[in-house]
């Protein structure tokens, strides 16, 4: 049996604060409300039609069974770091909100039950969408992550 176990060191860090002097917000509809379109919070003005919104993460992670052996397993703890972009557009007419970005996800394994480390891991991450009618009753997400 396999068991990954998480454990969220930091949070997403927001640097718009920083650049635009704004409060970053998660997305949150009030209960009862009326429903608004995803935001990922105020993020930093890349003039007048875009947002960018910087994030980082940091993890320790357990895993029971590193290698997916039958037998002689292997477990480790590691160490994961997330870096992080989207850019996002505003609402054009309230009709259509798109959104790109891209991280990165670097795993360190820190200790192992054998003494045998598995190799560091760097990934590489991309993704895309489009929200048609992000406001209304019917809203319609066409994504893909890589």
């Known amino acids: 049996m396999r ?3 998480q454990f969220v060191a930091l949070a997403i860090i ?3 604060t920083v650049a635009g002097g704004g409060v970053a917000s998660a997305q949150s509809t009030a209960a009862g409300g009326a429903p608004s379109a995803p935001t990922l919070g105020d993020g930093i003005a890349l003039g007048s039609r875009f947002l960018l919104h910087v994030g980082a993460g940091a993890e320790l ?3 029971s069974n590193v290698f997916y052996q039958t037998a ?3 477990q480790g703890l590691a160490l994961r770091l997330t870096p992080n972009f ?5 609402s054009i007419g309230q009709k259509v909100l798109f959104h790109i970005g891209a991280g990165l996800d670097y ?3 820190l200790v192992s039950s054998t003494g045998r480390r598995p190799p560091r891991q760097f990934n590489v991450q991309a993704g895309t969408g489009l929200t048609i009618l992000p ?3 019917v ?3 066409l994504y893909d992550n890589f």
Do not use: H
């Open 86 to 90: 989207t850019i996002e557009s505003r």
């Open 135 to 137: 406001v209304g009753p």
């Open 14 to 16: 927001a640097l718009a």
């Open 61 to 63: 992670r357990y895993d």
């Open 107 to 109: 795993r360190e394994w």
């Open 72 to 74: 002689n397993t292997t």
């Open 139 to 141: 809203t319609i997400d």
């Open 3 to 5: 068991i990954r176990l």
